[in-house]
């Protein structure tokens, strides 16, 4: 997919969180902690892993625009046009590597499943809080580094959040199919 504009990333982003809500929305408790095996992660852990990361990422995309505007000319409320891209590349590479997330962003096993989608309902309201300001500004040049695919771009963080919830729904809807 190529990215052209920041609308289109929040409704790629937001597409993907509907389609996760509607596949654990109605769960009951014991059936979203249950785990294939012990090694595997339940409903429930992959819910907690994506919220936490949403919440880290809020913060640090929300550091990053506001240096990014104390660094710039502001717009006068007009949007800023930005550089297409694609992460078609980081795809890829994602269906051939297996990733271990860090222990900051490992479940903790003890929310439940119902105060996890409250969290991460918040934490999208969040960054859709920031829309005004990211269409504001030009983050092209404002990158951090990820762990695993170096410098990203802000526009590329916030359409990373979708990939990343995409690889996980296939995760969730394996899960819960077994």
Avoid: C
């Amino acid at each position: 997919m190529i990215y052209t504009s920041v609308p289109q990333i929040y409704e790629a982003i937001d597409e993907t969180r509907k389609r996760l809500y509607q596949t654990v929305e109605g769960l009951g408790e014991e059936q979203a902690h249950t785990r294939p095996d012990p090694n595997s992660w339940s409903a429930t852990d992959i819910i907690e892993h994506l919220t936490i990361m949403e919440e880290r990422l809020l913060r640090m995309m929300t550091m990053m625009l506001t240096k990014a505007e104390a660094a710039s000319t502001p717009a006068n409320g007009a949007t800023v046009e930005m550089e297409s891209f694609s992460l078609d590349k980081f795809i890829e590479r994602s269906r051939n590597e297996k990733y271990v997330a860090p222990e900051s962003v490992r479940p903790s096993r003890t929310e439940t499943i119902t105060k996890l989608l409250a969290r991460m309902r918040q934490s999208r309201a969040g960054l859709h809080a920031l829309r005004p300001r990211i269409e504001a500004t030009n983050l092209s040049l404002v990158t951090y580094p990820h762990p695993a695919f170096g410098p990203l771009n802000f526009y590329q963080w916030l359409a990373l959040i979708g990939l990343h919830e995409e690889r996980h729904l296939r995760q969730l809807e394996s899960v819960l199919s077994a």
